[in-house]
């Protein structure tokens, strides 16, 4: 029986290594008869011009960022809609794991790249508003029984401001995911500690050593130059600052693996134009994750960048991967 | 030991299953190679190269097509300004009735011409200044009194994506121009009443499912005066004209813009309708 087992297991691994080659042929495939128009524009432009991946299609390098900001520009509006229809909510628990893994405490700076519509940086000032609320309640509960000394000290103590004060800053290219994200923290209440900035993630508009955490949540499949968007990152953290990524990634589990891929090409695209009405931008999406490097892959070019203690724990059997580490 | 058998059993299905769905995706991945391969090859296409049998064209399973059928429904009941929701509707369900409106085109001369010479129906092909200096009563004169009077262009149709066939996609793309036209031919304009008197004859000509969905629906959104209306004489004629007419997918109207209206009417077997409906001043009753 245990022999049988086996030869069902070799037969799977079989089956699943001929489904990559015939996708790799198909990208191939594809790729290749797109390069019609864009090799004429490369002759024409200034050699050296390269060119690199949009989804499973080849496009020289200065047109994707273009095209990435149009993806984004006809999707803002549906975009939390999509996501939760997409992920079958499951996107909110990858970002309050995130948090989870983050926890912030009350006082520490975080930028929100290519945060868009504002869900990390609103689960940041909600988390370290709670810890905050913790805290104060723990002082106040250590102190049922204050000496004459203690309630003096009290007041003096209340007139000072909050010493700590968190702060987010949310920092996307794309201005139409901003004024999303601005119109939801209206609607939500907050705005205390949130700022709003429009910047690429391969040239961040900041000083070097500002921040104590960088996430990127989603975003960093879109830039076009992986490498300058992390050295950036470490530019701007703190010594002892933290790098996070949630990113999608290499699903481990073979039988998880061929129904993801099923649900992402046949299903997200038609969701896309019911809902969003558009079907290209989310053919899109589902290319350029397979397009993005796997978790050890991204690891070794996160320690490339300069980073320490990189770690990445895998979510959802691998479908996102939390990367994480630290400026030293 | 049943156990054992039992977990073994399963396995071999899970495999048979896997083998499907793996030939599933082979199949679909290997087709879009070669549509693309076949069409990489001809060169002088104004766009960039595409995927797919015509310029936008997505292929989908019959799964996709399914799930885009019930999804677009629903978003266009949900949303009714949902114009493009209501064209993925039409192809996604379109494919027999669209099969029958072809052949029907091929049996008829001027509709065979039609089908060889793809004749398209944009501002960019239409000679404005000329139709306006034609004599009053004319075709191309009405037509463009429809455009002014309802303030519409032939340029909002949307482009067929997910029919599988170039020659139905053109028949497709050719019934949604041809719209308007009709919409001068009945002498209905583009509120509520008028549209839905257009889809009762263009379900009963066409029988695309789009169409019946919305010669159903449509009326629902109607107020009791115009529901009377459209029940006692401007549905049974539409219908009974529907039945009655010529294909009218047939005609060549670019080359009939001079014919007087009446004129045309009469070639198709259409009858003057009933009850003028006036065009209201806003778009959106």
Same mark, same amino acid.
């Given at each position: 029986?245990?022999?049988?087992?086996?030869?069902?297991? =070799?037969?799977?691994?079989?089956?699943?290594?001929?489904?990559?080659?015939?996708?790799?042929?198909?990208?191939?495939?594809?790729?290749?008869?797109?390069?019609?128009?864009?090799?004429?524009?490369?002759?024409?432009?200034?050699?050296?011009?390269?060119?690199?991946?949009?989804?499973?299609?080849?496009?020289?390098?200065?047109?994707?960022?273009?095209?990435?900001?149009?993806?984004?520009?006809?999707? !803002?509006?549906?975009?939390?809609?999509?996501?939760?229809?997409?992920?079958?909510?499951?996107?909110?628990?990858?970002?309050?794991?995130?948090?989870?893994?983050?926890?912030?405490?009350?006082?520490? =700076?975080?930028?929100?790249?290519?945060? &868009?519509?504002?869900?990390? $940086?609103?689960?940041?000032?909600?988390?370290?508003?709670?810890?905050?609320?913790?805290?104060?309640?723990?002082?106040? =509960?250590?102190?049922?029984?204050?000496?004459?000394?203690?309630?003096?000290?009290?007041?003096?103590?209340?007139?000072?401001?909050?010493?700590?004060? $968190?702060? !987010?800053?949310?920092?996307?290219?794309?201005?139409?995911?901003?004024?999303?994200?601005?119109?939801?923290?209206?609607?939500? &209440?907050?705005?205390?500690?949130?700022?709003?900035?429009?910047?690429?993630?391969?040239?961040?508009?900041?000083?070097?050593?500002?921040?104590?955490?960088?996430?990127?949540?989603?975003?960093?499949?879109?830039?076009?130059?992986?490498?300058?968007?992390?050295?950036?990152?470490?530019?701007?953290?703190?010594? &002892?600052?933290?790098?996070?990524?949630?990113?999608?990634?290499?699903?481990?589990?073979?039988?998880?693996?061929?129904?993801?891929?099923?649900?992402?090409?046949?299903?997200?695209?038609?969701?896309?134009?019911?809902?969003?009405?558009?079907?290209?931008?989310?053919?899109?999406?589902?290319?350029?994750?397979?397009?993005?490097?796997?978790?050890?892959?991204?690891?070794?070019?996160?320690?490339?960048?300069?980073?320490?203690?990189?770690?990445?724990?895998?979510?959802?059997?691998?479908?996102?991967?939390?990367? $994480?580490?630290?400026?030293? | 030991?049943? %156990?054992?058998?039992?977990?073994?059993?399963?396995?071999?299905?899970?495999?048979?299953?896997?083998?499907?769905?793996?030939?599933?995706?082979?199949?679909?991945?290997?087709?879009? +190679?070669?549509?693309?391969?076949?069409?990489?090859?001809? /060169?002088?296409?104004?766009?960039?190269?595409?995927?797919?049998?015509?310029?936008?064209? %997505?292929?989908?399973?019959?799964?996709?097509?399914?799930?885009?059928?019930?999804?677009?429904?629903?978003?266009?009941?949900?949303?009714?300004?949902?114009?493009?929701?209501?064209?993925?509707?039409?192809?996604? /369900?379109?494919?027999?009735?669209?099969?029958?409106?072809?052949?029907?085109?091929?049996?008829?001369?001027?509709?065979?011409?039609?089908?060889?010479?793809?004749?398209? %129906?944009?501002?960019?092909?239409?000679?404005?200044?000329?139709?306006?200096?034609?004599?009053?009563?004319?075709?191309?004169?009405?037509?463009?009194?429809?455009?002014?009077?309802?303030? +519409?262009?032939?340029?909002?149709?949307?482009?067929? *994506?997910?029919?599988?066939?170039?020659?139905?996609?053109?028949?497709?793309?050719?019934?949604?121009? +041809?719209?308007?036209?009709?919409?001068?031919?009945?002498?209905?304009?583009?509120?509520?009443?008028?549209?839905?008197?257009?889809?009762?004859?263009?379900?009963?000509?066409?029988?695309?499912?789009?169409?019946?969905?919305?010669?159903?629906?449509?009326?629902? *959104?109607?107020?009791?005066? *115009?529901?009377?209306?459209?029940?006692?004489?401007?549905?049974?004629?539409?219908?009974?004209?529907?039945?009655?007419?010529?294909?009218?997918?047939?005609?060549?109207?670019?080359?009939?813009?001079?014919?007087? %209206?009446?004129?045309?009417?009469?070639?198709?077997?259409?009858?003057?309708?009933?009850?003028?409906?006036?065009?209201?001043?806003?778009?959106?009753?």
């Amino acid at each position: 029986m245990a022999a049988s087992m086996r030869l069902l297991l =070799r037969r799977v691994i079989r089956l699943s290594h001929r489904y990559n080659n015939v996708t790799a042929a198909g990208v191939s495939a594809r790729s290749g008869c797109c390069w019609g128009p864009s090799t004429c524009r490369c002759f024409s432009d200034v050699a050296g011009d390269r060119s690199t991946h949009f989804g499973f299609e080849t496009v020289p390098e200065t047109e994707k960022a273009k095209r990435v900001y149009k993806v984004f520009e006809n999707v !803002a509006q549906k975009y939390d809609t999509m996501n939760d229809v997409m992920s079958l909510g499951i996107h909110r628990l990858w970002k309050d794991m995130l948090l989870h893994a983050m926890h912030p405490q009350p006082g520490a =700076r975080l930028l929100d790249v290519a945060g &868009g519509t504002g869900d990390i $940086s609103f689960r940041f000032l909600e988390y370290v508003r709670s810890q905050q609320e913790r805290q104060k309640w723990r002082t106040a =509960r250590s102190m049922q029984t204050p000496s004459s000394q203690d309630i003096s000290n009290n007041y003096s103590a209340e007139d000072e401001d909050t010493p700590q004060e $968190s702060r !987010a800053v949310v920092c996307d290219i794309n201005k139409e995911m901003l004024n999303v994200g601005r119109k939801r923290a209206d609607s939500m &209440g907050i705005s205390a500690g949130l700022s709003w900035v429009v910047g690429n993630a391969e040239e961040l508009p900041f000083d070097d050593d500002q921040f104590d955490i960088y996430t990127i949540a989603f975003g960093i499949r879109n830039v076009t130059h992986i490498d300058q968007a992390l050295q950036e990152a470490l530019r701007v953290l703190k010594p &002892g600052g933290r790098f996070m990524c949630l990113e999608f990634s290499k699903v481990t589990n073979p039988v998880l693996a061929r129904i993801y891929d099923a649900y992402s090409f046949q299903m997200i695209p038609v969701l896309g134009e019911v809902i969003a009405g558009d079907w290209k931008s989310y053919q899109y999406l589902v290319e350029s994750i397979r397009k993005f490097p796997d978790q050890e892959e991204f690891k070794h070019m996160i320690e490339d960048a300069g980073f320490y203690c990189v770690k990445y724990n895998n979510l959802t059997s691998g479908v996102v991967a939390l990367h $994480s580490g630290f400026k030293l | 030991m049943r %156990i054992s058998v039992h977990i073994s059993t399963m396995w071999l299905y899970a495999g048979r299953l896997f083998q499907w769905l793996n030939q599933r995706q082979y199949v679909l991945i290997s087709k879009a +190679v070669c549509a693309h391969q076949v069409h990489s090859s001809s /060169t002088g296409f104004t766009d960039s190269c595409y995927n797919g049998l015509y310029p936008g064209h %997505i292929h989908t399973t019959p799964i996709q097509k399914a799930v885009l059928a019930v999804g677009s429904g629903v978003a266009a009941l949900h949303d009714p300004h949902r114009h493009d929701m209501v064209a993925v509707l039409g192809e996604a /369900t379109g494919h027999l009735a669209l099969i029958n409106l072809r052949d029907k085109m091929r049996n008829d001369p001027e509709g065979y011409t039609i089908l060889k010479e793809r004749p398209r %129906i944009r501002l960019s092909t239409l000679d404005l200044s000329d139709m306006a200096s034609l004599p009053d009563g004319s075709f191309g004169r009405e037509y463009l009194r429809f455009l002014e009077d309802n303030d +519409v262009t032939p340029d909002s149709r949307a482009d067929v *994506r997910f029919v599988d066939d170039e020659e139905l996609a053109y028949v497709m793309q050719r019934y949604r121009e +041809v719209h308007d036209l009709l919409h001068t031919l009945l002498g209905m304009p583009t509120n509520m009443l008028g549209e839905v008197a257009v889809k009762w004859f263009e379900a009963a000509q066409t029988g695309l499912p789009m169409c019946a969905l919305g010669a159903v629906l449509g009326p629902l *959104r109607l107020s009791t005066s *115009r529901l009377k209306l459209l029940f006692t004489s401007l549905g049974p004629w539409a219908l009974r004209n529907g039945h009655r007419a010529r294909c009218v997918l047939s005609i060549f109207y670019e080359r009939r813009w001079a014919q007087s %209206i009446e004129d045309l009417r009469q070639e198709l077997n259409i009858e003057p309708p009933p009850v003028i409906v006036r065009a209201t001043k806003k778009r959106n009753t």
